[in-house]
């Protein structure tokens, strides 16, 4: 079983991080080069305008979850890949941003992504539609709107530290109010690979 199937997942929510966002961005297949990134973010304002452009094009607000739906969309996230034969360590969802450790046992984690992503959007509309307008009153999604961004980012873990770390990251989003599960039938332990 080679490290070639773990994958870190990275999933934002529609319109939270834009093309010209000042914590840094990329351009699709990096078309144009943009200096900075969320760890040195571009100069400040140099992006403005094309922020403005992405903000307008948006046609809605962009999407932030409460916590109620955080942790019901986090766990059918969770239950979809792990339906799907995919071994999930651990993975958390803020407001905006959803972290995903785990092992697909093919190489197309995207895909499998993909599919909990629409998933998890189905739950969450099931609930929305079920409780009324008390709950998820600023989440105002019409037909055909999705709770996601597109294309999510997949980066292969390159080793047992390396997976170790990201495990650590990801749990650790619990301090920043994100919701986090870990997958209870994983020993204490991180067995070597």
Same mark, same amino acid.
């Given at each position: !079983?080679? !490290?070639?199937?773990w994958f870190?997942?990275?999933?934002?929510?529609?319109?939270? /991080?834009?093309?010209?966002d000042s914590?840094?961005?990329?351009?699709?297949?990096?078309?144009?080069?943009?200096?900075?990134?969320?760890?040195?973010?571009?100069?400040?304002?140099?992006?403005?305008?094309?922020?403005?452009?992405?903000?307008?094009? !948006?046609?809605?607000?962009?999407?932030?979850?409460?916590?109620?739906?955080?942790?019901?969309?986090?766990?059918?996230?969770?239950?979809?890949? !792990?339906?799907?034969?995919?071994?999930?360590?651990?993975?958390?969802?803020?407001?905006?941003?959803?972290?995903?450790?785990?092992?697909?046992?093919?190489?197309?984690?995207?895909?499998?992504?993909?599919?909990?992503?629409?998933?998890?959007?189905?739950?969450?509309?099931? *609930?929305?539609?079920?409780?009324?307008?008390?709950?998820?009153?600023?989440?105002?999604?019409?037909?055909?709107?999705?709770? /996601?961004?597109?294309?999510?980012?997949?980066?292969?873990?390159?080793?047992?530290?390396?997976?170790?770390?990201t495990l650590? *990251?990801?749990?650790?989003? /619990?301090?920043?109010?994100?919701?986090? /599960?870990?997958?209870?039938?994983?020993?204490?332990?991180?067995?070597?690979?």
């Amino acid at each position: !079983m080679g !490290m070639k199937r773990w994958f870190h997942g990275m999933v934002n929510s529609c319109g939270s /991080w834009l093309r010209g966002d000042s914590r840094g961005w990329r351009e699709r297949h990096h078309r144009k080069h943009v200096d900075g990134d969320y760890r040195h973010p571009p100069e400040k304002g140099s992006y403005g305008e094309i922020l403005k452009k992405s903000q307008a094009s !948006m046609g809605r607000e962009p999407v932030r979850l409460e916590r109620e739906l955080r942790e019901l969309a986090l766990r059918a996230f969770v239950d979809c890949l !792990m339906g799907d034969g995919v071994v999930v360590m651990v993975a958390c969802l803020s407001g905006t941003h959803l972290h995903v450790l785990a092992e697909f046992k093919d190489n197309r984690p995207r895909q499998r992504i993909g599919w909990a992503k629409f998933y998890a959007t189905k739950k969450v509309k099931e *609930y929305l539609n079920a409780q009324g307008a008390a709950v998820g009153s600023s989440l105002n999604l019409k037909k055909g709107e999705g709770i /996601w961004g597109k294309r999510s980012q997949c980066r292969p873990i390159r080793d047992r530290a390396h997976r170790l770390n990201t495990l650590n *990251y990801i749990a650790d989003h /619990w301090k920043q109010g994100a919701v986090v /599960w870990l997958n209870p039938q994983l020993p204490r332990r991180v067995p070597s690979i």
